[in-house]
């Protein structure tokens, strides 16, 4: 049974440009999170997606956005990269966004520096 | 909006002799909390979770934790600390609206 996976493990990009990181939840599972986790910090949550829907938002700007596939798979985008955007990515999946109880399963995480 | 506290950047046990780490907790409503724990360069692992019932709640690698409802604490405690349980360790919470809301870490080194 594969766990989450998160392509690319790492990535530098300058800043000003575009990124997109890619996740494929754990099976079975059909909701998938995002999170940035800047270093010595705890995962700041960026957005929910659920049924290829946006269902929560965090404290992030427009420029990060994001996108779910029927088969639950996922994307982060972030346009015009800031120094500050500069972490390690988080995926994480769940079954369904209305049970609270149930853990969240994550990912290795794609570490991104912006130069 | 709900919040983890973890006091402590960094707990030093000796291999053998019993951990905890702690953590507070303020949220609306019933709270869902867990720990996970994060090995260098690698995402992070689910431990364990309390969510009714028994306030002593047992998890994987012989972790548990205490929940304590009015001092709205949950402690990550093991009786018998092991030098591979060396990592950063954080506490979360799930209120009401569903989102997971994490601790800053705290680094626990087990010393041989």
């Known amino acids: 049974d594969a766990g989450v996976t998160q392509s690319p493990t790492h990535l530098i990009k300058t800043r000003g440009q575009q990124v997109t990181l890619r996740c494929s939840p754990k099976?079975?599972?059909?909701?998938v999170s995002w999170y940035q986790q800047a270093l010595g910090q705890g995962p700041q949550f960026i957005f929910q997606y659920y049924e290829e829907e946006e269902r929560q938002r965090g404290n992030f700007p427009d420029r990060f956005s994001g996108h779910q596939f029927p088969n639950y798979s996922s994307e982060l985008n972030v346009n015009a990269l800031l120094l500050g955007d500069s972490a390690l990515y988080l995926c994480?999946?769940?079954?369904?966004?209305?049970?609270?109880?149930?853990?969240?399963?994550f990912g290795p995480g794609t570490r991104l520096t912006v130069t | 909006a709900q919040s983890v506290a973890q006091p402590e950047d960094q707990v030093n046990v000796a291999e053998g002799n019993p951990l905890t780490v702690k953590c507070t907790y303020s949220?609306?409503?019933?709270?869902?909390l867990f720990w996970y724990v994060q090995y260098p360069n690698r995402g992070l692992q689910f431990l364990l979770k309390?969510?009714?019932?028994?306030?002593l709640v047992k998890g994987s690698y012989g972790f548990e934790a205490e929940f304590n409802k009015s001092q709205t604490s949950f402690h990550l405690k093991k009786p018998s600390a092991l030098v591979s349980d060396s990592a950063l360790y954080f506490c979360?919470?799930?209120?009401?609206?569903?989102?997971?809301?994490f601790g800053k870490g705290t680094m626990l080194l087990v010393s041989p």
């Open positions: 979360a919470v799930r209120g009401g609206d569903s989102t997971l809301t």
């Open positions: 309390y969510i009714t019932g028994d306030n």
């Open positions: 099976s079975g599972h059909d909701t």
């Open positions: 994480a999946s769940s079954l369904g966004t209305s049970r609270r109880h149930y853990e969240q399963y």
């Open positions: 949220v609306s409503g019933n709270p869902y």
